[in-house]
């Protein structure tokens, strides 16, 4: 097993900064054999890839979400972490971390998910 | 970008009853096909891989099959905790690019 568990404000202001972290357990984040994903769920819609990030500090992102995503990692913490500027309320949704196979692209440990709500 | 569409988009079977769903992918994508189930509350749970590998712990009720652009999810007999939203997911390497169908909302009949 290996426990992912997001952590972050649950409301985010329209325009400004969401920022999520997730902390893996039971295993070491630079396994090099897999990759770290962020992953979100719009409710009522399906679910959406945002990005991956490696621990070498490689990441790929969805083109639709680049330019206001960043997606970091702190191997010493056993943590990735998820930025996104200029929220608005289409950013409303279940946010989820999880662990990507290199070789299949498949998604095996999620996190619970964080719901993240944009509102004033 | 590859687009995938699933089908249907909600369904209602009886118990013990063959549950099939259908992931068309909008080029080929070979055998790069996941599939998830999601209950409600809950994050989705990885059940097939590769188009037709089960996940370790998954009954064998569940299986997949296809390649290319068509592919075909089935439960052989349905049980009540298979209630739930099942979703295919496509990828490409070169660069990463992973994508999921609208999913399959699975209700009791």
């Known amino acids: 097993q290996v426990p992912l568990q997001e952590s972050g404000p649950g409301l985010v202001k329209p325009s400004q900064t969401l920022s999520l972290t997730c902390t893996v357990s039971?295993?070491?984040?630079?396994?090099?054999?897999?990759?770290w994903s962020w992953i979100r769920h719009h409710p009522g819609k399906g679910l959406e890839w945002i990005g991956n990030i490696y621990d070498s500090g490689s990441t790929y992102y969805n083109p639709s979400l680049k330019s206001r995503v960043t997606i970091s990692i702190d191997t010493s913490k056993n943590q990735f972490s998820l930025k996104m500027t200029s929220v608005t309320a289409a950013d409303t949704a279940v946010y989820y971390c999880?662990?990507?196979?290199f070789g299949e692209g498949y998604f095996d440990y999620w996190g619970q998910g964080t719901l993240v709500t944009v509102s004033s | 970008d590859i687009q995938m569409t699933q089908s249907p988009s909600s369904l209602s079977a009886s118990l013990g009853d063959r549950v099939t769903i259908t992931c068309q992918a909008s080029?080929?994508?070979?055998?790069?096909l996941n599939w998830y189930q999601q209950k409600p509350g809950k994050a989705p749970k990885l059940l097939i891989y590769d188009a037709s590998n089960l996940e370790t712990g998954v009954p064998s009720r569940f299986s997949g099959s296809g390649s290319g652009t068509e592919f075909t999810f089935t439960i052989s007999s349905l049980q009540p905790e298979d209630i739930a939203t099942y979703y295919c997911q496509q990828y490409d390497s070169l660069p990463p690019r992973y994508t999921f169908g609208q999913g399959t909302k699975l209700e009791i009949k």
């Open positions: 039971g295993g070491s984040i630079s396994s090099g054999a897999y990759f």
């Open positions: 999880a662990r990507g196979d």
């Open positions: 080029q080929d994508i070979y055998t790069n």
